[in-house]
């Protein structure tokens, strides 16, 4: 079994005027290729913190995190920008799709990074959002699809590399109970699937439980428990 | 280009003000090219590129624009050194004027004539200088274009030319009908009147008359000074007007108790070719005559438009810079408006340089619709400004002529400038932009 994500002491701070914030104080954490890791916590518990390391936004200000045996700890902010495009998908609570740009170029953009020539990108970008269920709106804008069309467009632009990571902040904090289904259901599609590692950063423990193999509690940076399911 | 288009406001109006800047940049320096080809243009086909004015050994000369150059002897003085007493004065007479003809590349060699008359046609008279025009100018510089009538047929013919301005003072409305009407010129020579020709005083005034006919209307180039090949008011053969000259100059021995026959103000020497002009001028120069000619005035005039053309283009590109300005202003506003896209950009895998890049080509863009734009506005204002200037100067009556001009050198540069500039404005934001932090970002809204 490959390690997808282990991390080791993993600290970050930063200073918020005259106080020194302490996001995360020391996460030990090991992911299997393949899991489906539910981060469980109240807000300012780090969740996002250890999501936004992982996903190579930001830089770590102790301990070692390794993404597919690579030390993000080591790279240059050239070096993480591939490794989100290649390694890695991410989608939002508020779906981050470029307001200007039709569906389809959404998905392409990424690509687009990634010096895929423009005919393949366009290609590929048609067909994942056909696989998502987007065929017919292809050519829409963000302002003219609702917010589950638009979180499924976002998952297509995750897809667009074909990462073995795929990191999910909130996925269904702006959706309703019965889009967020629909959305949960094509996230553990691609785990069980397509095998993709899926680290879904969460408030809801009921959704934690229904949908992760594993749930670990942060609180105030550290982990204060893990619990199959 | 996408993300331009979304704010279509903000870019036309920065658009403009590119293209504003490259159309007074270019506008100038068209300008600037425009008079410089009107000025040389003319001179050019006043043919006077290939003639040297000749003058006797000590006069001082004043070459317009300072070229000056002209002295007597061989290495030439300033204008304002002292007569060098190295070499005799010498004085243009004919001997002078075959010593001159006999040069290499010499074409010809004639002396400038203009002889004192008393004009009479009709109830019309005055007094107008005539001047000598040699065979050789047939054809050439002013006399390339005659609107009426033809040059002299042959040089001893009682004939005359008038210059279009004269023929319109004689006959307003149909100034072409001159030809063939006849002029009275009426001169003053000296006989010696009847007993002892030796006494001076023994002279007489006397009044000779001769009855010309108008054969050639010329129009008048406007251009240097009374030289070879331009236009007088009043024109004889050359060897007709010299006759008179001879007759005049008896008058002198009146006046001045001695006579000045044979000795020219001024002589005219043609080069065969506009290459020779310098090198025989030196020539002449050591032969001891003073010379000049336009290639003098043309130098000096080349420094003074090089001058004015960097003039021109430092205050066209005052215009530019302000523009330069406004790219720079609109993609910060862009950058602010467009922070959270940036980030998103970063998070699905765009490098730092990747966003500098778009931002870069962005700025690029509108350098190249702005460079393109602004020549196209510089040259409908440089057509307007052009057919206004021309409409004043043909009321005046001189001669239409293209102001700006657009050489295809100044279309490259302007729009390679306009790319050049909207780079180096956008530069800084578009560095700003790559070095935004992806987290910060997304969290703008």
Redo the contacts between chains.
């Keep these: 079994m490959t390690l997808a994500i282990e991390t080791r002491d993993l600290r970050k701070h930063y200073r918020m005027g005259e106080v020194d914030v302490r996001a995360l104080d020391g996460v030990s954490l090991s992911v299997d290729e393949g899991e489906f890791v539910a981060l469980l916590g109240t807000s300012g518990s780090g969740k996002s913190t250890l999501l936004?390391l992982i996903?190579g936004?930001?830089h770590a200000s102790g301990g070692s995190l390794k993404i597919f045996d690579e030390d993000l700890a080591q790279m240059s902010?050239?070096q993480l920008?591939?490794h989100?495009?290649?390694n890695v998908g991410?989608i939002?609570q508020s779906f981050?799709?470029?307001?200007?740009?039709t569906a389809t170029d959404n998905v392409a953009?990424?690509m687009m990074?990634?010096g895929v020539p423009r005919t393949e990108r366009e290609a590929r970008a048609a067909s994942l959002l056909t696989a998502v269920g987007l065929g017919e709106r292809k050519v829409h804008r963000p302002k003219e699809l609702s917010g589950g069309e638009q979180q499924r467009v976002a998952i297509a632009?995750?897809l667009a590399?074909n990462p073995r990571l795929l990191l999910a902040d909130e996925p269904t904090g702006n959706l309703d109970s019965r889009t967020s289904a629909e959305i949960m259901a094509i996230l553990r599609d691609l785990n069980q699937r397509e095998h993709k590692t899926v680290i879904m950063v969460t408030h809801d423990p009921t959704l934690a439980s229904r949908y992760a193999h594993r749930t670990v509690t942060l609180l105030d940076g550290a982990v204060v428990s893990e619990s199959g399911s | 280009m996408r993300n331009l288009r979304q704010s279509k406001l903000r870019t036309s109006l920065t658009v403009l003000g590119v293209s504003i800047g490259i159309a007074s940049l270019a506008g100038m320096v068209s300008l600037g090219v425009g008079l410089q080809d009107q000025f040389v243009g003319r001179f050019m086909r006043a043919g006077v590129f290939d003639s040297i004015t000749v003058l006797s050994g000590d006069t001082r000369i004043n070459v317009p624009f300072g070229g000056g150059r002209a002295g007597r002897g061989a290495g030439g003085g300033r204008q304002n050194a002292p007569p060098v007493a190295d070499t005799p004065r010498k004085p243009l007479d004919d001997a002078a004027l075959q010593e001159l003809a006999a040069l290499e590349n010499v074409a010809t060699a004639y002396p400038i004539i203009r002889v004192p008359l008393e004009l009479k046609f009709g109830e019309h008279t005055e007094f107008a200088a005539a001047a000598g025009v040699p065979m050789s100018s047939k054809g050439e510089g002013g006399f390339q274009k005659i609107p009426h009538g033809q040059f002299f047929a042959n040089e001893m013919d009682p004939a005359c030319m008038l210059s279009l301005e004269k023929a319109k003072q004689l006959n307003a409305e149909d100034p072409g009908s001159m030809i063939g009407k006849t002029l009275n010129l009426t001169y003053a020579t000296a006989l010696p009147s009847a007993g002892s020709p030796a006494v001076p005083m023994a002279m007489q005034v006397q009044r000779v008359s001769i009855d010309c006919a108008v054969v050639g209307i010329v129009e008048r180039e406007t251009g240097p000074a009374p030289g070879p090949n331009t236009v007088a008011p009043l024109m004889l053969p050359l060897a007709k007007t010299r006759e008179i000259n001879t007759a005049v100059q008896q008058t002198q021995r009146l006046v001045r108790g001695r006579g000045s026959e044979g000795i020219y103000s001024s002589i005219a020497v043609k080069v065969t070719r506009p290459q020779h002009t310098q090198d025989v001028e030196e020539r002449i120069k050591k032969l001891g005559y003073s010379a000049f000619s336009l290639n003098d005035a043309l130098e000096g005039a080349k420094r003074a438009f090089l001058i004015l053309d960097i003039i021109l283009g430092l205050v066209g590109s005052i215009a530019l810079a302000v523009a330069s300005l406004g790219i720079m202003n609109t993609m910060v506003m862009s950058i602010l408006e467009r922070t959270r896209e940036i980030g998103i950009m970063k998070a699905i895998g765009g490098s730092d340089s990747d966003v500098r890049r778009i931002f870069l080509i962005e700025a690029a863009v509108i350098g190249v619709i702005g460079g393109i734009a602004g020549l196209i506005l510089g040259w409908i204002v440089g057509r307007i400004i052009n057919f206004g200037a021309n409409q004043y100067i043909l009321s005046q009556g001189g001669a239409a002529g293209n102001l700006f001009s657009i050489p295809a050198w100044l279309i490259g540069s302007a729009i390679a400038f306009s790319i050049l500039v909207s780079l180096a404005a956008g530069a800084y934001p578009a560095r700003r932009a790559a070095r935004l932090d992806p987290i910060q970002a997304l969290r703008h809204d």
């Design positions: 936004n996903a936004l930001d902010r050239a920008s591939v989100r495009q290649r991410i939002f981050n799709l470029v307001s200007s740009m953009l990424s990074f990634a632009r995750a590399n």
